[in-house]
Nanobody
Framework: QVQLVESGGGLVQAGGSLRLSCAAS????????MGWFRQAPGKEREFVTA????????YYADSVKGRFTISRDNAKNTVYLQMNSLKPEDTALYYC????????????????WGQGTQVTVSS
C-alpha cells in the first residue's frame, strides 16, 4: 500500500509555470507506475500524464503535450509535474495516483490517490 501527498499548486497567470510534487510513503515506490489526473468543476476526472516504474517511458494527454513534463525520483519517493505555458483551461484540482505494474490512462485503473492540489490559472 502507498499513501500519496501532493503539493505545489497555486494561483498563476496564463503563460506562467508551476511544479507539482507528489510524495509517496513506503519503500516500494519504484514498483508503482504513477499518473497525474485533473478534475475541473462540473467535469469528469481526466488523464494528464503517466510515467513507468523506472521513469523510462512517459505518456501525455494531447492537451498538455509539449507544455507539461512528468518525472520521478525513486530515491526520494517523489513524482513531479512541471507545468509550463499554463492556460486558464488548465485550472483544476490535480491528483497523483499510483498503480502496480504498467501505467494506464483510465483513472479507475489506479488503486491509490492523493487528496489533490488546486491549480488556478488566471487570464
Amino acid at each position: 500500500q502507498v499513501q500519496l501527498v501532493e503539493s505545489g499548486g497555486g494561483l498563476v497567470q496564463a503563460g506562467g509555470s508551476l511544479r507539482l510534487s507528489c510524495a509517496a510513503s513506503g519503500r516500494t515506490f519504484s514498483s508503482y507506475a504513477m499518473g497525474w489526473f485533473r478534475q475541473a468543476p462540473g467535469k469528469e476526472r481526466e488523464f494528464v500524464t503517466a510515467i513507468t516504474r523506472s521513469g523510462g517511458s512517459t505518456y501525455y494527454a494531447d492537451s498538455v503535450k509539449g507544455r507539461f513534463t512528468i518525472s520521478r525520483d525513486n530515491a526520494k519517493n517523489t513524482v513531479y509535474l512541471q507545468m509550463n505555458s499554463l492556460k486558464p483551461e488548465d485550472t483544476a484540482l490535480y491528483y497523483c495516483a499510483a498503480r502496480g505494474g504498467t501505467y494506464y490512462i483510465a483513472p479507475e485503473q489506479y488503486a491509490y490517490w492523493g487528496q489533490g492540489t488546486q491549480v488556478t490559472v488566471s487570464s
